[in-house]
């Protein structure tokens, strides 16, 4: 049994799904935070368990063959990328074993008819929105980066690997305005100073920029020089202040005021266009949301006659991605202005076979289905990390669909609601993860399921 201060030698054998090594000793289970799989380490034991432990690395005895020297700087400190010092093909089997051995633990399934998992061809500079914190270090310099792992301490740093390039060069435009015009960072411990985020985001289609200063009051004095400023990057679309005046960690307030420019970019994935605003959800890896959502385009099978239900739709990018080749798609979810954005995205792109409707899941499906029986050819599921309720899943079991494709982030959740309908008359037919979050520990899969 080991205590506290021991000191140990471990080869690292696997990784947690928070991207810690793991490795044994005499049997006993110890994790090592920015150990890969591979190396052998020593390391010293901070906290000690029953049946397992935490291991602080104090040395690589013998680097793992797919430990690779990480691009940033920062990747150890920071709390964005878990497992940048894995190699990238590494990464993506480590994130196919994660859904595996989820489906095979949770899931019961013993043959799991997996795809080959789709990663990125240059897996970096592939986010298209950022959010900086802004402060001050014990110095009382402005600064902004990203949070350490876990907490709120900034980590100067203006050139993320993840985000696009020009982060950096508006980063510097607005601190350097912020200086020279005695602005003030938010502090989050007294409430005080005026700059809390700054907000980016990057059509990776269109070019086009949008810039959103999220602040601790109703406007920001001299703007008009930041402005002159921004609306010089080529790009440059959008150029708004947030107010966000509430004590929390939420990052976005309700009110946007435009100061330069449109009050939206815009961005396409695959034909479909969309109005991106600063509050609108859009998922934040444009090239891998196209492979998903036409992994789901071909799960779905579609002729053009079927009629299709898209559950937790958000701002309806997979309904009317969809809706191109089937003859109806409704699209559930719960956030009102999410379905104010697929409505109106609807519009803008001239489809007239997708509505939509407000609501939760597990409650405007069973509805829909009593009052108006309605029916559905292919049901496809995107839920958050909880899953789906079961109520929801015995609702479409009652619809019998011919074809069901569960698109996933989570896939412990994944798992348990692909078992319950395999119970109820489903088979799992494909499986194909899709790496949208290169260098961090998050994988997204999609699983195909045929009515028996
Ligand atoms: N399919 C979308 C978004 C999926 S994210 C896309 O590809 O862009 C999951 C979505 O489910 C979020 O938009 C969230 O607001 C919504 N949601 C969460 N709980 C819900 C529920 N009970 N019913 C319907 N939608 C829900």
């Known amino acids: 049994m080991y205590k506290k201060n021991d000191v140990v030698e471990l080869l690292i054998e696997d990784m947690s799904h928070e991207g810690s090594g793991i490795g044994k000793a005499d049997g006993y289970t110890i994790f090592v935070k920015d150990a890969v799989i591979g190396d052998k380490v020593e390391v010293k034991i901070i906290k000690a368990k029953k049946n397992y432990g935490y291991g602080r690395l104090m040395k690589i005895i013998q680097p793992s063959s797919w430990r690779v020297e990480p691009v940033c700087p920062y990747a150890k400190q920071c709390g964005g990328c878990q497992i940048q010092m894995l190699d990238y093909t590494k990464q993506l089997e480590f994130k196919e074993n994660m859904i595996r051995n989820n489906l095979k633990r ?18 970096f500079r592939y986010r298209n929105k950022a959010q900086f914190p802004v402060g001050t ?9 990203f949070y350490a792992g876990r907490t709120h301490a900034i980590i100067p740093n203006r050139e993320c690997y993840l985000g696009v390039e020009v982060n950096q060069q508006i980063l510097d435009i607005v601190l350097g305005f912020m200086e020279e015009n005695q602005i003030t960072a938010y502090d989050e411990q007294t409430g005080k100073g005026l700059v809390r985020h700054v907000l980016i985001r990057y059509g990776f289609t269109s070019k086009e920029i949008m810039v959103c200063l999220v602040v601790n009051g109703s406007s920001v004095p001299h703007a008009d020089i930041l402005v002159e400023r921004l609306e010089k990057i080529p790009g440059m679309a959008s150029i708004s202040i947030n107010v966000n005046t509430k004590r929390s960690n939420v990052i976005l307030g309700d009110q946007v005021k435009v100061l330069w420019g449109s009050s939206y970019i815009q961005d ?16 934040v890896n444009p090239v891998q949301t196209k492979v998903l959502y036409e992994k789901a385009m071909e799960y779905a ?11 937790y739709c958000g701002i309806g990018t997979i309904s009317l991605f969809l809706s191109q080749k089937a003859k109806k798609v409704y699209g559930v979810e719960i956030v009102p202005q999410a379905i104010e954005d697929a409505r109106h995205n609807a519009k803008l792109n001239g489809i007239e076979n997708a509505e939509f409707f407000v609501g939760k899941a597990e409650e405007v499906l069973p509805e829909q289905y009593e ?13 958050p990390r909880k899953g789906c309720e079961e109520s929801l899943l015995d609702t479409m079991v009652q619809m019998a669909p011919e074809r069901i494709v569960y698109v996933s982030c989570d896939s412990a959740t994944l798992a348990r609601d692909l078992k319950y309908l395999c119970q109820k008359g489903y088979e799992l037919v494909k499986v194909c993860g899709v790496d949208q979050f290169c260098q961090t520990v998050h994988v997204e899969s999609v699983c195909l399921l045929l009515k028996k």
């Open 268 to 283: 396409s994935i695959g034909d479909v266009l969309f109005q991106i605003s600063p509050l609108s959800f859009y998922q």
């Open 137 to 145: 270090d014990k110095e009382g310099n402005l600064i902004t980066g």
């Open 106 to 123: 949770i899931g019961g399934f013993e043959e799991i008819p997996f795809e080959a998992m789709l990663g990125m061809e240059e897996p």
């Open 301 to 311: 099978g579609l002729q053009g006659e079927e009629t299709v239900w898209d559950l």
């Open 371 to 383: 009052k108006n029986h309605v029916h559905a050819d292919v049901i496809v599921v995107d839920p």
